[in-house]
């Protein structure tokens, strides 16, 4: 197994910031929509395999729920989008948080080019976690008779009440909470994107990523792309419920925006740029010189 040390992990993040920097808007989109796809199954998968874990044998046997548990699960099978945006060249906005600014200061794009690339890839990873939100509440999560109505099942429940929680941040003490959170999950993301880059053969990337993007899950971390996906789910699949008693009003497409996503999106910023960027440039940035 080829491993690379860090000044050339550093170095090769530079590379890859400059050579997506230097892509067409058009790509940036359609990449972006791929990866927000991605991301979005590995967020299916999870609610999916996380369902019902509360209500296990092993919360039986021990009389105590298994939240731990529950959140171990959905740690474990998340990270397959990840992996999939990394090996399949996907772009992911919270990776190019921090590559795209490694370019800056390594090879002096400009910041502009920077900020371009943030935005083209952030529209297309919404929209290719929106259309996989449609397709499984439209699809797993529901049933459907032949009149043609439809029935929440036990994995929509479980998307509707992650999405709950999404945008249960109120008030100035919810929105540090989410900023904090958001901060926390972008370090690990990112240190997940250099671990993929210090190997070259398929099992050191898939180990690679694997370990940090399963730590930030069930750590209860929050990612804006994932929440693109989680979030839209749940308000869709709640859009089913017939009973108004079991409907969060709370939930909707504004509240995605103003108690997650936004506050999330500038966490996740930080963590990347600061947390792993600056400070990864500022250790290694005579060795890279020394490179060139």
């Not at 399949?88 to 200061?105: I, K, N, R, V």
Request: glycine residues 10%; charged residues 10%; hydrophobic residues 55%.
């Amino acid at each position: 197994m080829v491993f690379h040390p860090p000044v050339a992990i550093v170095a090769k993040a530079g590379d890859a910031g400059k050579y997506k920097v230097g892509l067409p808007a058009w790509n940036m989109v359609v990449r972006g929509f791929m990866s927000g796809a991605y991301i979005a199954m590995g967020a299916a998968l999870a609610t999916v395999c996380s369902t019902g874990i509360m209500a296990t044998d092993v919360a039986l046997r021990y009389g105590t729920a298994s939240a731990g548990f529950s959140q171990l699960i959905l740690g474990a099978v998340f990270p397959v989008g990840l992996i999939i945006t990394v090996l399949t060249g996907a772009e992911l906005f919270t990776g190019d948080a921090m590559l795209a600014p490694m370019a800056a200061f390594i090879h002096k794009v400009s910041w502009m080019q920077v900020l371009n690339l943030w935005l083209w890839v952030y529209v297309g990873n919404l929209i290719g976690s929106l259309l996989f939100a449609y397709i499984m509440a439209y699809g797993p999560f529901t049933t459907w008779d032949a009149a043609g109505a439809a029935t929440v099942t036990a994995f929509g429940t479980r998307a509707i009440a992650i999405g709950s929680a999404k945008v249960s941040y109120v008030g100035i003490a919810g929105m540090w909470s989410a900023f904090l959170k958001g901060i926390a999950c972008n370090w690990l993301v990112n240190l997940a994107i250099l671990l993929g880059i210090c190997s070259d053969d398929m099992v050191g990337k898939f180990f690679g990523i694997w370990f940090p993007i399963m730590a930030f899950v069930s750590s209860g971390f929050e990612h804006s792309i994932a929440n693109m996906y989680f979030i839209p789910a749940g308000i869709l699949t709640q859009g089913f419920i017939t009973d108004p008693t079991k409907i969060n009003a709370g939930l909707n497409w504004v509240t995605m925006w103003t108690n997650n996503i936004i506050i999330v999106t500038i966490g996740n910023i930080v963590g990347a740029l600061f947390f792993v960027g600056i400070i990864y440039w500022v250790a290694f940035r005579k060795e890279i010189a020394a490179l060139k």
